[in-house]
């Protein structure tokens, strides 16, 4: 499984970015896919997570209602749209697919997730 992010970038606070993952190795609705960060200093945390049909997300409360998650099976991506973007936001932003399948449920829970991509930075200045 190979997982590519992109879309990383310095925006001003209050603006947005768009964040993409492309997966490839296998087949893609059959897995959950997640969004997590890793700021300086601190340890990696959830963002958002969607099952492997797209029909159920959740969200860390630090950013619901500004993110928001999709993903289009057909293309192999999985998308992160970040309206409202806070200094708080900085951080790298990785994207990581569930070890097993999950077309049903998307899960905060970072030990399910065994695929990881190389991340991508998100700079929002002040």
């Known amino acids: 499984v190979q997982l590519q992010a992109s879309g990383g970038g310095l925006v001003q606070a209050g603006g947005s970015l768009r964040l993409s993952c492309t997966a490839s190795?296998?087949?893609?609705?059959?897995?959950?896919m997640g969004w997590f960060r890793q700021a300086p200093g601190n340890e990696r945390e959830f963002v958002s997570a969607?099952?492997?049909?797209?029909?159920?997300?959740t969200y860390a409360r630090s950013v619901k209602g500004r993110f928001r998650i999709s993903r289009d099976n057909a293309k192999n991506t999985v998308d992160l749209q970040m309206n409202r973007l806070k200094p708080d936001d900085t951080a790298v932003y990785y994207c990581?697919?569930?070890?097993?399948?999950?077309?049903?449920?998307?899960?905060?829970?970072?030990?399910?997730?065994?695929?990881w991509g190389r991340g991508t930075l998100v700079t929002v200045s002040s």
């Open positions: 990581a697919q569930t070890g097993t399948s999950s077309t049903t449920t998307a899960t905060a829970l970072e030990n399910v997730y065994d695929y």
């Open positions: 190795g296998r087949t893609f609705s059959d897995y959950g």
């Open positions: 969607v099952s492997g049909n797209g029909g159920s997300t």
